[in-house]
Every structure is written in structure tokens, then in C-alpha cells.
């Protein structure tokens, strides 16, 4: 299985800051990585695809890059709305899997 | 608008079953490949299982692989998950998810979840 290491865990940010999130493939996934949002109680939402792809309806201060076994999630200008859970997925082959999460917070 | 809403969760004891179903509506059904992920409480997602456009082919990681089984039905636009020999680390809320366009695996709509609760 491939595994995802998403860090940091967890993270603080005044608005208006740029904040990023990493993952870490076991091996290299072609760019297969998706970025979800998870406020509070509710269930995810997708954010990115295909790495850097922004999913319909979604702001442009989020965005995504990477290659190979290294992918990022930035914000650029944290929003109070922005406050959640975030998670990266390889969709590059079964079993798909999740990263572990990142917690972010408005300082 | 894209809906998927999940339902059948509930109280089960270890070993017992359950099948939670997901009424889909905004789309149509029968064109896109279908999941189940699961999210244990403060804990991270797993995926549970994929099965394809006409039901064909089912998708399981091990760890369900064997007493999960995904299935769906077209003309009513409702996917389903039976599961059987239900242990405590099933305790999660499920997701019915859709995935993207035929090729891509991730999961572009998410319903609300339903809880499965595993204990005696």
C-alpha cells in the first residue's frame, strides 16, 4: 500500500497569513493526489485534484503543486472560513489512502 | 444540485450485520463509478470501496476485503453497503462519495455520513 505522511499535524495561522500543507508518498503517484477540506462536523469537501487542479466553486487563494512523492496545499491569505481539517489522498492505485490530517487554526 | 445521502447506520453488536444505503439525486447515477469511505471518531479517512458504473467490478482494501460487499442499483440511483462479521474497529461514520470522471479516483461529492456504532 502506499502510504501518505502528511505533516505538520497541526498549525496556527493570523489571516491574511499563506499557509502550506505537505504530503509525502512511499512512491512516486504521477501527480494522482487530491486535497480535501473537512470543517467541523460536517463531511469533506475537495479542494484539489490531479495535484494542482482547483475543483469547481472553489477560491483561488487555494492551491496545489508537486511531483513525483512530494505534494503541496497552500492558502494564500487565510480566511476565518478556512479553519478545518485538511487531508491529501493518492488516487493512483488501490488501496486508495488518505493522509493522517492537518489541523488548522486561526491564531 | 449533486446529493448523496446516506442511511442505515445505527447500534450493532460485534459479529452482527448491517447495510447502509445512499440515495443519490442531481446527477445521473448510472455514469459515475461510486464509494463508501469511513472516518472513525477524531480519527482519519479510509477508503472502504469502489464499485464501477454497472456493478461489475468491486474494489476493497484487506481490511474489509472478504465481509464488505458494495453494490448499487441504477434504476433507483441508491448505492448500498452490506456488512458482515462487524467488528469494534468498524465504529466510524460512513460516507457515500462519488468519484470523478471515469479515470479519476478521487472523490468530488460527499454525502453526510452515517454512523455505525460496533459494541455490545
Known amino acids: 500500500d502506499i502510504q501518505m505522511t502528511q505533516s505538520p499535524a497541526s498549525l496556527s495561522a493570523s489571516l491574511g497569513e499563506t499557509v502550506s500543507i505537505e504530503c509525502l508518498a512511499s512512491?512516486?503517484?504521477?501527480?494522482?493526489l487530491a486535497w480535501y477540506q473537512q470543517k467541523s462536523g460536517k463531511s469533506p469537501q475537495l479542494l484539489i485534484y490531479a495535484a494542482s487542479r482547483l475543483q469547481d466553486g472553489v477560491p483561488s487563494r487555494f492551491s496545489g503543486s508537486g511531483s513525483g512523492t512530494r505534494y503541496s496545499l497552500k492558502i494564500s491569505g487565510m480566511q476565518p472560513e478556512d479553519e478545518a481539517d485538511y487531508f491529501c489522498?493518492?488516487?493512483?492505485?488501490?488501496?486508495?489512502?488518505f493522509g493522517s490530517g492537518t489541523k488548522l487554526e486561526i491564531k | 444540485e449533486v446529493q448523496l445521502v446516506e442511511s442505515g447506520g445505527g447500534l450493532v453488536q460485534p459479529g452482527r450485520s448491517l447495510k447502509l444505503s445512499c440515495a443519490a439525486s442531481?446527477?445521473?447515477?448510472?455514469?459515475?463509478?461510486m464509494a463508501w469511505v469511513r472516518q472513525a471518531p477524531k480519527k482519519g479517512l479510509e477508503w472502504v470501496a469502489t464499485i464501477s458504473t454497472s456493478g461489475s467490478r468491486t474494489y476493497y482494501p484487506d481490511s474489509v476485503k472478504g465481509r464488505f460487499t458494495i453494490s448499487r442499483d441504477n434504476a433507483k440511483s441508491s448505492l448500498y453497503l452490506q456488512m458482515n462479521s462487524l467488528k469494534s474497529e468498524d465504529t466510524a461514520t460512513y460516507y457515500c462519495?462519488?468519484?470523478?470522471?471515469?479515470?479519476?479516483?478521487?472523490?468530488?461529492?460527499w454525502g453526510p455520513g452515517t454512523m455505525v456504532t460496533v459494541s455490545s
Open positions: 462519495a462519488r468519484h470523478g470522471l471515469t479515470g479519476s479516483w478521487y472523490f468530488d461529492f
Open positions: 489522498q493518492q488516487s493512483y492505485k488501490y488501496p486508495f489512502t
Open positions: 442531481g446527477f445521473t447515477f448510472s455514469n459515475y463509478y
Open positions: 512512491e512516486g503517484i504521477s501527480n494522482d
